[in-house]
């Protein structure tokens, strides 16, 4: 069965927010420029400092992002993930409502 995925974007803070399941301690690190993913704190192993289950992503400024960006966005999913869990078109596009 698959996780819920929940998809949010705040405003103020200009942060996209792409949660697996429900929400829960985590530690983020950031795999390229304004693109952090986050790992569950639970599963986290700290001597090896990696994690070991992905529980999200969060986008930072996503509203500066250029049509590169959100390619390199999409490319983090499967084709058809974001379909199959949101009913919706699996591109992110500049105008997030899409999703």
Same mark, same amino acid.
């Given at each position: 069965?698959?996780? $819920?995925l929940? *998809?949010? +974007?705040?405003?103020?803070?200009? !942060? #996209?927010? *792409?949660?697996?399941? =429900?929400?829960?301690?985590?530690?983020?690190?950031? #795999?390229?420029?304004? @693109? %952090?993913?986050? +790992?569950d #704190?639970? &599963? +986290?192993?700290?001597?090896?400092?990696?994690? $070991? /289950?992905?529980i999200? %992503? &969060?986008?930072?400024?996503?509203? @500066?992002? $250029?049509? /590169?960006?959100?390619?390199? #966005?999409?490319? @983090?999913?499967? =084709?058809?993930? @974001?379909?199959?869990? &949101?009913?919706?078109?699996?591109?992110?596009?500049r105008?997030r409502?899409? !999703?």
């Amino acid at each position: 069965m698959a996780s $819920k995925l929940t *998809i949010s +974007y705040d405003q103020d803070g200009d !942060l #996209l927010e *792409i949660a697996f399941g =429900s929400v829960r301690p985590a530690i983020s690190e950031e #795999l390229v420029s304004n @693109l %952090f993913v986050r +790992y569950d #704190l639970a &599963t +986290y192993d700290e001597e090896k400092n990696e994690g $070991k /289950e992905i529980i999200g %992503f &969060t986008v930072a400024n996503i509203s @500066l992002w $250029k049509d /590169e960006d959100f390619r390199r #966005l999409n490319r @983090l999913f499967p =084709s058809g993930v @974001l379909k199959e869990r &949101t009913g919706k078109s699996g591109e992110v596009h500049r105008g997030r409502e899409e !999703l």
